[in-house]
């Protein structure tokens, strides 16, 4: 069974530019959450996606922005890049709601990303 | 409006000794409670967690504790393991959104001394 990967571990971008992360979920599982963890903090949920659609959104701008494909991987968007961007970002897949698993997310290494 | 809260920014105790990790949380709506633990360059790893229809919930070394009247969790670990130094974190789930969102608390880093 393939767990959560993530790509690229670390990447350095500048204020104003665009980002786009990739996450490939665990076997099986049909939801793609995506977190953002900043130094000290835990992790603050930024959206999921269930089946390609979007289900559910936190407190981030619309510039950031996500994408599911048809195999449950999943991309991150980021335009007009700030400073405080900078976090490691964790993406985390899940059973869909019709298996009552979607509580129990299992999370990817993280991509770290850095804007100077 | 910090809705999990791990007031205990780290924990230091000694091998074979019991470690108790705590988590508060605000909203009464959450009706799932889970632990992660994160080692450095590594994602957070589930380990346990605890419906709200429960009070308490145990995998091995591991037992969560579930206090609904005081908002409170808590994770025991017994006995506990160098192994299992690392960043502790508490999360909760629920309500009406549904999703399946999680909302973490800050982490405790637990140390165990060999």
């Known amino acids: 069974e393939t767990g959560v990967t993530q790509s690229p571990t670390h990447l350095i971008k500048t204020r104003g530019q665009q980002v786009t992360l990739r996450c490939s979920s665990q076997s099986g599982h049909n939801t793609v959450s995506w977190y953002q963890q900043a130094l000290g903090q835990g992790p603050q949920f930024i959206f999921q996606y269930y089946r390609e659609e979007e289900n559910g959104r936190g407190n981030f701008p619309p510039r950031f922005s996500g994408l599911q494909f048809p195999n449950y991987s999943s991309e991150l968007n980021v335009n007009a890049l700030e400073l405080d961007d900078s976090a490691l970002y964790l993406c985390?897949?899940?059973?869909?709601?019709?298996?009552?698993?979607?509580?129990?997310?299992?999370f990817g290494p993280g991509t770290r990303l850095t804007v100077t | 409006d910090q809705q999990v809260k791990q007031n205990s920014p780290s924990l230091s105790v000694q091998e074979g000794r019991i470690s108790i990790l705590n988590c508060d949380y605000t909203n009464s709506m959450f009706d799932y409670f889970l632990w992660y633990k994160k080692y450095p360059a590594e994602g957070p790893t589930f380990l346990i967690s605890?419906?709200?229809?429960?009070d308490k919930n145990e995998d091995g070394r591991f037992t969560v504790f579930l206090n609904k009247s005081a908002k409170h969790l808590s994770l025991h670990i017994v006995p506990s393991q160098p192994g299992d130094s690392a960043v502790y974190f508490c999360?909760?789930?629920?309500?009406?959104?549904?999703?399946?969102?999680?909302?973490f608390g800050q982490g405790t880093t637990l140390q165990v001394k060999p």
């Open positions: 999360a909760a789930s629920g309500g009406s959104s549904n999703t399946g969102k999680l909302i």
């Open positions: 985390a897949s899940s059973l869909g709601k019709l298996a009552g698993g979607i509580y129990e997310q299992y």
């Open positions: 605890i419906s709200s229809i429960k």
